[in-house]
């Protein structure tokens, strides 16, 4: 009498199959939810940082709820940055993102959207950029009330990436708020300081003559009263230089000023 001998290659092979095909369905499907779910989350770090930058945010209504609830009084746009001029939709449309799918880093990788930066213009040290900008734009009685501008610039390890938060003014700073960066706990790590970033509101970018005037000088060389000095970050010299030079390159002429001039000028 024949009988299906349950440990032969064959059942061996379909129990293996199976089995595989049952764990590709179970990782595809979690791949997809926790690729919606970490989408939700970025979009929530995001808004935070970019609040908490422009001095939105109020710390004690931390739910993600109030977060994005807060945002959405937040305008995003494209900025051209060598004309300082808002891309409309149809002109990012032909570059092929939006102002909310615009990904710097994603962008700094093709040749048609980002340049190569001379050597002896590349303070920040970050070699290509975008030729677009994103800026996040609040607006209080039909007026741009603050601007919030990604920058970011190497570090002492790596490249430090933050939000620079500008009165509509196009001058006056509101805020520095570093979101990502690898610098060291208790020394470059300090940029994450409240005592620290609480330098920056009020400290002019540009001088009287119009040049760039703001600097992180060494640590305890600031004059702290003085409209265009930060003081450095104690033990950290490469840090201190690293976020220097990346405002300095993001609010010059290589970068945002073309538009801080316009939102001077009440042109946008």
């Not at 290659?9 to 199959?17: A, D, E, I, P």
């Not at 799918?101 to 959207?113: G, P």
């Not at 520095?176 to 706990?185: A, K, Q, R, V």
Request: contains cysteine; hydrophobic residues 40%; aromatic residues 8%.
């Amino acid at each position: 009498m024949s009988h299906n001998n349950k440990d032969s290659l064959q059942n061996t092979l379909k129990v293996s199959l199976l089995l595989c095909v049952a764990c590709s369905v179970v990782v595809s499907s979690a791949a997809v939810l926790l690729k919606q779910r970490q989408t939700e989350n970025d979009a929530i770090y995001r808004a935070r940082n970019v609040l908490t930058a422009a001095g939105l945010y109020d710390p004690s209504k931390h739910d993600n709820a109030y977060v994005m609830e807060t945002f959405k009084n937040i305008t995003v746009k494209i900025v051209d940055l060598a004309t300082g001029e808002y891309l409309s939709d149809d002109e990012m449309a032909k570059l092929g993102f939006t102002a909310d799918s615009f990904d710097k880093r994603q962008v700094i990788k093709d040749a048609d959207l980002s340049v190569a930066i001379p050597g002896d213009e590349d303070l920040a040290k970050i070699k290509r950029m975008a030729k677009y900008g994103r800026v996040y734009v609040f607006e209080k009685d039909g007026k741009v009330d603050r601007v919030v501008l990604p920058v970011h610039g190497a570090g002492l390890w790596n490249l430090m990436y933050a939000y620079l938060a500008v009165e509509g003014d196009g001058n006056t700073i509101l805020g520095l708020s570093f979101y990502e960066h690898g610098e060291t706990p208790g020394l470059g790590g300090e940029v994450d300081n409240p005592k620290w970033k609480g330098q920056w509101p009020g400290k002019e970018i540009y001088n009287s003559d119009g040049e760039v005037g703001i600097s992180v000088l060494k640590a305890g060389q600031a004059d702290l009263a003085d409209s265009y000095e930060v003081d450095g970050l104690s033990g950290s010299t490469l840090t201190t230089v690293g976020v220097n030079n990346l405002v300095r390159f993001w609010v010059g002429k290589s970068a945002y000023e073309p538009y801080l001039e316009r939102l001077r000028a009440g042109e946008v």
